[in-house]
């Protein structure tokens, strides 16, 4: 279970202070497939890399199976079963997509069999890929869904995917939603919290969260929100903008 | 051969006991131990230390191992090796130096390597340097390589040193004939207050050649090093040089690839990139469970693979 309590991050700008998280509280429980939505520059993609410990909270407190988990490390936090997947995956001149799968699983003497099944799940052809290198030769959809399968063959108790889709096709667009559905089956203490727009992500959700301007904005079941969100029209970022100001005119 | 010498023979080499094909072993300035084979065929210069190798045209799959081993702090030598590859052969040849110096005294070793190599030959050269003891006497390797590749014929070559050499300066000429390629990979890393200069001259006279000259290096602590490719077109033919290098702690590194056309249709490129080890590789490899520290290894060993 993921738990964030009254979490704020401050970046300075100019002189100032300005907040990208703003006292953000949710948990996460096992077994459950949360997705955060919002529009652009709301602080989803913080709060991701606050979670993986790639940022650190001005304030706040982040447990992990009841654990404050907020002063560790990154190496610490994946070591206690956080996993995290980059928006933007690093390339790694001479490093291969094999070296890669085995640093990721723990086991150094990992099969090619095995690494070759992550990338199937992924949708890449294994035998094609599996002595890659993961540097500019790969374009970035192949790079988008090796990152993937590194989180694959980390399996770990909590993955974290930063806009999972972006870049990636339509035909690996409905690879990914089976992934996602593969990884819960495989583990059903596993939990996974996937920062999307993509309505068929959100489909799939036993919840969404929808941050806007550093805060949640709403949090409930995917059955209560989704509608919601999506009754005018398919784009998230303009329901969620209405939802935003809806929110403040009842503030007012 | 004592123990010592067979550990830098294992670093060099990847030699555990007598290679297979030719050989020659030289241990503290002198040749212990040698065999030619029916197709290559080593011997002893007569007016100045070294050996020629003579390999004979249509020679395939055979390989030649001429190890050094200097472990008797203090000594300097200069060795002069020529190889002379023939027509239509394809062969493998492994040189490589190891020193090791627990002394007071400087120990070096300068080999300079001819190569002649001849129409349609293929020759794969690995060469490594590696130093090792505790000693205050530094250990040094100026290798010169020469390589004339004649029409059609091409040359690998690996060029490795990752540990213990205190000051080298490693310089390569090349002159390639019609449709000759050459092929240079070189993988460098210096500590402490380790210097190392790459020097390469890669000349292309001949319509069609090819050349490829790539360094991969990490400077570490307080070494220098400096990479000096030179391509020079001089006809219609394809050139690339690269440094790509990886810099920490308080290290320098110099690049200064170059490249001279003198014909129209020479196709010349040149890059270099120096910088640190990038911060989001190593948070990818921490969120695989690796430290910082586990992570900058992972990355440099792949980088250096």
Known sequence: MLELKNVTFDVAEEHQQKEIIRNVS???????????????????????????????????SIYFNGEDITGLSVTERAKKG??????????????????????ASGDRRMSVDKACGYLSEVGLCARDYVRREVNASLSGGELKRIEIATVLARSPEMAVFDEPEAGIDLWSFQNLIRVFEHMREKNRQRSILVISHQERILQIADEIIVIADGQVHAHDQREALLPELMSNGNAVNMACSKLTGSMEKENQ | MDAIQKRILEEVADLHGVPEGAYNIRANGVSTDRRS??????????????????IKPGTKNESCHIPVVLSQSGLEEV???????????????VAGCGIDNCGGKDSRHDGV?????????????????????NGTGKKILNPVTEVHLAEDSSMEMEMVQIRGVDSTIRTTTAELAERAKLVVRERLMTHEDQRAESIYIVTMQGEGASADVVSRSVARDDSYQKFDSRIVGNCNCNGHTECDAIMMDHAHILAVPQLEANDLNASLIHEAAIGRIAGEQIIKLETLGLTEAEAEEEIINGFLK
């Not at chain 2, 060795?79 to 040849?93: L, Q």
């Open chain 1, 82 to 103: 956080i996993g995290y997947a980059f928006q933007q995956p690093v390339r790694f001149k001479g490093i291969e997509v094999l070296d890669l799968l085995r640093i």
């Open chain 1, 26 to 60: 949710f948990t996460v429980d096992d077994n459950r497939f949360v997705v955060i939505t919002g529009p652009n520059g709301g602080g989803k993609s913080t709060l991701a890399k606050l979670i993986a410990g790639i940022e650190r909270p001005t304030s706040g």
């Open chain 2, 37 to 54: 084979t029916a197709n290559i065929e080593i011997t002893s210069k007569e007016d100045r230390s070294g050996i020629d190798i003579h």
């Open chain 2, 79 to 93: 060795v002069y090796n020529d190889f002379y590859i023939g027509a239509d052969s394809d062969v493998v040849i």
């Open chain 2, 113 to 133: 390597h001819r190569f002649f190599v001849e129409k349609n030959a293929h020759v794969r050269y690995v060469e490594k340097h590696y130093g090792q003891g």
